[in-house]
Every structure is written in C-alpha cells, then in structure tokens.
C-alpha cells in the first residue's frame, strides 16, 4: 500500500510539473501576441540521435494529419517533413508551446533576415553544440567574442586557391569513382555499358571525405585503399590501407567516418563520461575511445607536418595551413589558433563539410534519375559549357570551368530548395528578451525562448517560388529563363545571399532560401562544398545517365516514398537505398 501511495504520488508530481510549465508557458506565449500551437515537448538532439528511430515516424503516421504535422514539427528529425502546412495554418511566425519551454518557428523571409542580423539579440544556443566540441572549443560551438576569434581566423582560409584545390580533388574523386564502379559493377545494357549502385551513400560519402581530406588536411587519398606494404614514411600514416598504422587502432579515413557515424557514442564516451570512470569497466565503449585517440593524434601530426611546409609569406591552400598562416605571434590581443583549436575546427569542418555535401549529392543523382527531360538539360548545360576545354576532366581549369558550369549549379541549388541538408538554423533569444518586426508589428519574445528558422517551411513557399514550389525544377534558378517565377526579384535590391553570390542565377527573396544559413554565423564552406559537387556532377554525367535501376510504375512509387520520407539527424538524408543504373553515354 505504502509502494503505491508513493507511485501515485510521483506520478502526480510528475503531471503537476509538467501541466504547470504548460500553463505557465501558455502565458508568455499569450502575453507575445503570436499563434501559438500546444506541442507535447521538445526534445534534444542527442535523445534524437539515440532514439530517433523508424518506430517513432511509423507510429505518428497513424495520427490524424494536423496532430501528425504538430508532433513532426516538434520532434526535430521530422520536421521537414511538415513542409510549410503549419506556416499555412498558423502563419510565417508561431509558438510552439510545450511545459518546458517554447520554440519560435520562422517561416518568413523578412524576419528571417531581422534574425540572421541581429547577432545579439538572436544568438546561436551553443548548449545545443556541445556533442561538437569534442577536442574543444570550435567555430560552431562558441558564441560571441570566442566566436569572433574563431571565424577570424578560420573564414581567411576559405579563399579561391583553396577551391582550386576543391576543384582538381573532386574531379578526380569523381573519375575514380566511376572507375571504380564501372570495374565493380559493370552491367550488361542493351547498346552500351554501364553500372548499377545498389546504395550510393557510401561512396559519395568517401568522396565528400576524400575532398575535405586533401583540400582539407593536404592528405590526398584515393578512392580504393592501397596495399599495405606501400606504406614507406611515417607521412604515409595517411594513406589509406586496408589495416592500421603501428599505434593506430583505425585507419585516418576510418576513424573520420567512424566518428561520424557514431558522434553520439564518441561524445558520450570522451565528453559527457566523467573521466574518473575507468575504461576497463566499459568495454562496449572501447572503440569510441580508441577512435577519439586515434583522430587526436592524426590530427596533431597534420598540425606539425603542415607546420613545416609554412614559412609565412606565401598563400595557404589547404585548410589547415591557413589556419597556421592566419597565426600573428607578435600580435598581443589576437595571436591566432593554437595548436589545440585549429584541431578542434578541423574536426568540426570535417563533420560540416562532408556529411552535408554527401547527402545533397545522393538526393541530387536520384532526383536526375527521376526526372530525364531535367537530366537532358543539365547534360546540355555541361556539354556547351566544356566545348572547348580539354576532353580529359583532370586538364579542366577551374576559373574558366566553374562559372560557365551554370546547370549542374541549379541542380544543387534546387536539390538544397526542396532537401535542405540542415532543416532548421537555431537561434534563440539568451538572457534578455528580443524583438521582431513581423507583418507591420512588434512582437516581444521573452528570454530563453528558442528559434526555428525553418528552412523546409520557407523552401516550399509558394510566395517565395510560384505555384511549381513543390517541383524539382532546376531551371527555375537559371538566369537566361525568363519564364521562372524568380525572374521578377531581378531588380529588387540586396537579394544574394550565401551560396548565391553568382551572376547566372536568379535570386529568391532574401531570407527565402536557407540552406547555408544567412548573416553573420552563415556557412563558411559554401562555395567548397559549391565546387565540389558541380565538378562531381559535371564529371559523372557527362560521360553517363543516371536512371532508376527498377524504372517500373513501382520503381518510381518506391523512389518518391523513399523521397518523402527523409529525416533528419544531424542532416536530413533518406534512410533507404534506391538503386541506380549509370549508363554510358
Ligand atoms: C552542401 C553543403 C553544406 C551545407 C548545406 C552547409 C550548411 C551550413 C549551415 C546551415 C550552417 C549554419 C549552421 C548553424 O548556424 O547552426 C553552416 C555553418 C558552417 N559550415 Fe557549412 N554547409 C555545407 C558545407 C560546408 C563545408 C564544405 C564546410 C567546410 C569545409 C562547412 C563549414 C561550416 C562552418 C565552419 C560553419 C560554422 C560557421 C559559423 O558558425 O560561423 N560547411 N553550414
């Protein structure tokens, strides 16, 4: 009896709290002024990591469509999902209001815009990074003045030279890859050869990889690993061999995909653990803290190898030697990176810049295959832009090539419109309360109220991209098509913005299109990850045509599901393979 009067009374503990922070949520919530939605609760990116899983969207596809919309908008990793229904609904600002807190969520371009420019008023909720700063702090993890040190010392290393060398890597990446697939998986097709992938994401991730890898580190590597027994100096530690080096559990190349795939155990192991517990008594962690080892110390031979090859007057080309460049010893107040911080940013550009770039390309290639007139085009685009360049792509020069390559740069950009890599840009109003300007009114967020630029609600818009919103249409960005809805912004003022910085494209309103964010915290790697994939594109198609291996009505079906049903962890992907045929052209 005594059990029980104690496990009703927790349990009615456990409701009061949680109706009192309802109630007491649904207050401020009335006292902004905005639409507001009652949302279960919000929960955090490492219970979504651990628990995000196929059960969960199963089960809220049962629910009645406008619950299923609430709790998706809610539940981070299906957010994209809603699309902008909820914004049609409750309008282009909302609250989202749960007992322990409440969420903003943007679907309007120019409050977008106030947010990403009042650095202040809106910061990024750096807790929410934490997982990230595994090797300390970094670029994506600090706010503020930290903040400021890091992106001044990093943002310099994003140059031109450096995206030469993003250019001459991913073509090479991508010919070897279609050597490699053609070697592996070669098929017989009626008039021609070809190849079918059964899944493509692992080796679009390898390429992605293999580009931040040299462009990145300096550590070029090839698509397949070599033998072993080529390993000769202690700089081939980088290599990528089938078995470790001496002292190394995991090759370079497997410990970076290892930390990636496994970043939630690896934090919980070497971050969030206390390190008084010993490890011997975790032996389901062992290669979460050999991993951890492994990258530190790959990654601190990288510093001093590099360190060696700078002598301070010429002009970095990978990442880290601009790092070590950017370094003013003699400077008392901002004397650069040390050693221990530009660790930290190459680790977090390697988990920015190649899980985000993979993705995009994977929806890209199927996309392609869906939709043959678009494919048609792009081919076209890239056949009259290398007309009279060399035939062989490793002689392709960059500053000639990249701008004229406008087709596979609309094939990216429309690929990020509708499957933004990151679905959602948090910002949040910290210890004081913000205002917003929306629709001709002020509205007060009190403090600790978080923010949700909602990409997926902006990107499906029809006020932003006509009634084709929905539709793959890479044309649509094309500046020669005077047709395209985004044709009429051409003489609005201040429209580029990150990633759009090119004369050959038409621009969307500012603040519509977010895929590498927006104001002072935008993506750094953008125009990498831009040159990466349009050569990539540029070198796999035109020497083949994607298609569906199953081109069936089913085929198809299957495809768009899979297509549909994309979440997100970390960045949105599909979560199953659909095989594709290359066929040479
Ligand atoms: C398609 C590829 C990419 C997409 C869609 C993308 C997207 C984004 C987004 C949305 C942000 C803002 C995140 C936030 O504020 O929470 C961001 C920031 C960042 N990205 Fe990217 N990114 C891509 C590629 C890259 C690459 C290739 C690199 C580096 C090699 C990179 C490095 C960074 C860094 C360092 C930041 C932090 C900037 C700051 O906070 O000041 N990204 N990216």
Known sequence: MIWYTVVVGLVGLVVLDYAWGLAKHIRVARRSGLPYVIALDQPNILFMVLFGTTLLPYMISWLPPWLADIMNDNLGSFRWRVKNRQTKRYGGVYLNVSPHGIRCSVGDAAVVSQIVNARHDFPKPVFQYRILDMYGPNIVTCEDKEWSHHRRHTATTFHEKNNDLVWRESIRQAREMADYWQETYPVN????????????????????LNVISSAGFGVDMPFKPIPQDSLKSTEDIFKDSPTPPAGFDFTFRSVVSYMNVKIATMALANKILPTWVPRVLLPFLKDDFAAYRDLDQYLQKLISVNKSGVTGTETASNLIEGMLLSRRPDDAKDPGLTDREVISNMHIFTIAGH??????????????ALDQDVQDWVYNGIVEATKNEPSDVKDWDYERIFPKLVTPLCVMLETMRLYPPVITVPKWTGETPSTIHYRGKDYVLEPHVKVSLNAGSLHYSEEYWGRDAALFQPQRWDVCNHESFLAQNA??????GPGLEYPTIHKPVRGAYLPFSDGFRACLGKKFAQVELVAALAVLLRDYRVELADNSEEGRGNACRILDKSTSVLTLAMRESVPLLFRKR
């Open 491 to 496: 003489d609005m003022p201040g429209l580029a």
């Open 189 to 208: 097709i009626p008039h021609g050869s070809g190849f079918t992938i059964q899944e493509t994401r692992e080796d679009l991730h390898k390429l992605t």
């Open 355 to 368: 899980e985000t770039t993979a993705t995009t390309s994977r929806f890209a290639l199927l996309l392609l």
